[in-house]
């Protein structure tokens, strides 16, 4: 246990890859060349599949041996449980640097880990757009070709969704919900690190696929398109079933510690708003992705064991992977969404000196979005012909979303009303990300609207509106919670100066960018298309333009994270003044956060002097209270 | 970012370990219900759908129930006896825990064992070499391995619980860690009752072949 | 200068006036009305944007596009007034945190309760519009009823391939085009399937747009008001030539169509019954 670390796991992975290569080679193929001289194409294309899938499978079964997430299971059934040595070691007491490489258990090690693979996947995903807003500068372009460019498409949506996915409850809610809670670890150390490393084994699957074939299908997947895509395709169904693994246990791991290890005095009422957020966003995750992995699985099957589940000449149909693509499909949405934004709802307070607006509120809205989103999937599906009859009641569940949204926006502006606007770059945050939202949930109440749908979809128009939330508000969120955690998360503060330039230089790239893409919407441009007619020329040319414009933005960005996190002012313990708890411990965080568990007596948000018209008798300031 | 090296490590006591682990298996639990419910909405959908007519191609003849229910059998068995033993320990009767989880093993190995066959006993060829005939094979197949999977993971844990117990980990403040794994008993069980059911009683497609291609 | 509002009322201990008669109320309201002027004097733009329009739930699709963004504008303008007044007037900017705080208020229950009734009544709104519109159009796979007196629906048999579209006129003794020949005002009717994977069949000036799915049958129909060339494409990625799956939807007179279907027809027996029926 104690030798493991990634450069094993790697070893490990390529035997594994080896060797289940030729297992599977030789249980698979060698029956058939007995049987009967010339198999038929179709058992040939089986077969193929069959040994891709078990390739990647020994990959990350030998990836995960190599870096020790199998030890903790297997001496569980041997009954040989860790020591407190060996569990200090696990949470990498005394290891420095290499703790990051290690099957680490200690939640601030996960969280940055999650952190530089979320940037890395970004990065990825992000020079990908680029690619693609090149190959639409201009009509008849020939830079990329169809191939490589719907590939592209897919692999930019898959990555830019994984990312987005574990953005805030990856590095956030590991590295700072346990201690905004007030507790020393997560519920399942373990777990976590197993559910960081699933992922980090499954990345390089997902990243050889445009090497494998390519997957021309776009990030949905839809069958029987994807029945037909070469064995790249596998590699993203695969990629899909250990992401959905991953996200269970990550799920159930924060949920419980949420739930269940709050300290003491630390009501639901005390409890910061980050932590609802995060809450809603793995909790709702845990019943959505395993509808996700079921649709690849059957995918997965189709292609590699000759089942038919989506092939409508053996009475499948592609309806039913809509169908379990969107149970996930929807949800998914507000699981990137909503913990970005209560990042900004938790950081809003510190930079208004002000109580959050009613926090009840935000809680209620938080709940409603939860509770609603699984009700709403077939509004993506509204033109497929499945089900006629069900769009008015899936247009009154869309359309009933708008209210706890823009409840979220009152607590918002609430927050803000009157007070210290302290402008520093997360705030800014704030301020961004309203104002793209406003843009982003306009334009969906357009989609949620049958007949208007039956124009705008599959158009440039539902490309723009949703970039415009993932984008706009998770993504502008994820950066203003960045730049605020970033003191105790590196223990540096974040060079505002130059990264306030490359935040801004985005924001106005993205603007003009997913504006432009409205514009060739609206006139009828279909999206995921590698050419298109003249008509359209003008706006994709504006959207190129703003793409390099957050490209330079974004690189920016990029630059100031590293340099800060290398060679910024270190930061005290609590820069902004802030309330909750992960600014009370010391920077560097301690493992195990608190030798003394704090007791809570109020909430978070004691900001602020008591308004005359509220108490116009008592004049001195409320000390905050939380500790 | 150097730690401090005076730490020593915080053990909370087993009460509300064991209230938290009871929570956080609950909910890997949840999501491999949502797993098990989206196999169950795919049997359901395509024999409704019945695309082409080929949920159930001519000449196929559906599975003998009577496998099916042989396994879930055993898994019920299985279930009875396991939960009977992780009360006996919670009342300090070890020795009989013991016993209780070396025959649940043994009971979930019957069933694995049993489930294999039936896959290998399925008799759906009528398509071309290598493929499924229709919808309801390929569902039936799919199914009956979701089951073996249960099942294998099952017979790991409670291989683990038989171990341990050997060992005397289990007494009556640890007792809820065998709760746990009833839970998963508990859960395999009804998610082979209810598929058991679907695939006996509802086989043949109600509706009339959709058009074809 | 970047806390005046603040100080204001922090000096006199006095009770503050009501929330609607403070400075800041007016100074935002104004930016409000501004804002919304401004919006609701682009309304036009997404219609604009959109093109001409070749039949009438095309027509239904601008009007909703107008009235929905004619309703966004003074919502958006109130989230984009407060956003821009507090930026401007109750801005502080130091590297340390603000000595003073801002006012402790946690809620306003009035405002809240407002402002979840508000935005129920818009949500009711958009809800009806819609389910009216649903019931006056054909919306996918739902058909609308036929006014009386009008000549029956002509049927058109829409195949994806990729990546071509093929049109198949029953009626008209199963003559095949792979350009959509319509006649001018005449209920057509689209039977939509596909050959291979999901494609979605678009009318882009005809607001018609369903998904062609292997296996199923799905239906759509459009009235075509205007003559004309009109854009035909695939709106669902179905591979390798998706952005080429494009052909021309031409709508012509009743005459002109006959013609053509004469034409057409020569190429293939035409059984009589249904040429009878095709010039009736």
Redesign the interface.
Known sequence: MRRLNIITAIVFGLIGTIAAHYLATIIFVMPVLEGDAE??S??VW?LENRIAFTTMFGWVVGFMIGIGAFSGPVR????K?LT?EE??FLA???Q?IGRYFRFTTDHKVVGIQYLVITMVLLGVGGTLAMLIRTNLMTPDSAFLGPTTYNTLVGMHGIIMIVATIIMITGPFGNFILPIMIGA?DM??PR?NALSFWLIASVVPVLLSVPFIGGMPTGWTAYNPLADQAPIGMDGFAFTIIVFAISS??A???I??TA???RTRGMTWTRTPIFVFGVVASVGLA??????F???Q??SG?DRG?????YD??????G??YA??FW?MGHPEVYVILIPALAALLELTPVFTRRPLFSFKAAVVAISGIVGLSILVWAHHMYISGWAPKLGGPFMLTTEIISIPTGLLFLVFIGTMWRGRIWTRLPMMAVYAMLWNFVIGGITGVYLSDIPADEAMHGSMFVTAHFHYTLMGAALTGTMGALVYWFPKM??RMFDERLGKWGFWIAQVGFNVTFLGMFMVGFAGQPRRVFNYSEVFATGNFISTMGAYTIGIGMLIFMYVVISSWSRGAIASSNPWKAKTLEWQVPT?V???NFDVLPIITSDPYGYGRPSPDLAATDQAPKEGASL | ?????E?H??HDDPD?VG???R???A??I??????V???V??YT??RF???????M?EGMVAAAPGETWLVTGAMILGLVVFALGARDLKAGKQPKFRRAAWIALVLSIIALVLQIQQMRNFNFSL??????????S??M??LAGANAFHLTLTA?IT??MA??A??G?YNEPTSWQPRLATYWWLWVTISAVVVGLMTTFLVASPSLP???? | MTDTAVHQTEDPPAPEPPGWKRPEVRSIALIWLVLTIVGECLVWIPSWLMGPSASTQMDDIKQTMTLFTAMSAPVAAVIWAIMIYSVARWRYTGDEPPEDDAPDFRTNSPVVLLWSILSGVLTLVVFIWGMLKIAAIPAAGGLAALPAGAMPPMVVEVTGNQWVWNFTYPELGNIQSDVLYLPLDRTTLFDV???DVIHSFWIVEMGVKVDAT????TKTDVVPHSIGSFDVRCAELCGLLHAAMETQAKVVTQEEFDAWAQDKGAEVPIEPAAQEEGGA
């Open positions: 198999a038929p179709g058992l089986l569980w059934v041997l009954g449980d407190d569990a200090l990498g007491k005394d420095g020393r519920a399942f777990l269970a246990v799920g159930a791991n949920t419980t739930v269940k290890m845990i019943p959505a992705f395993p509808t992995m079921a649709a699985v059957l099957l064991v000759g089942t038919t589940f409508a000449s053996g009475g499948g149909s309806w039913l169908n379990l149970l590196t223990g560097p301690p493992l195990e | 970012m150097t730690m401090t090296t730490v490590l915080h509300t209230s938290r682990e929570f956080g298996v909910l890997l949840v999501a491999d219900i949502a797993f419910f989206s196999l909405f795919t959908y395509l759908l019945n695309t082409d007519g080929a949920w191609p398509g071309e070499k290598g493929y499924f005939a229709g919808t309801y390929s569902s197949m799919t790991i291989l683990g171990n341990r050997r060992l980990k959709s058009m074809g291609t | 399937t596909s050959a292997p296996g199923q049958l």
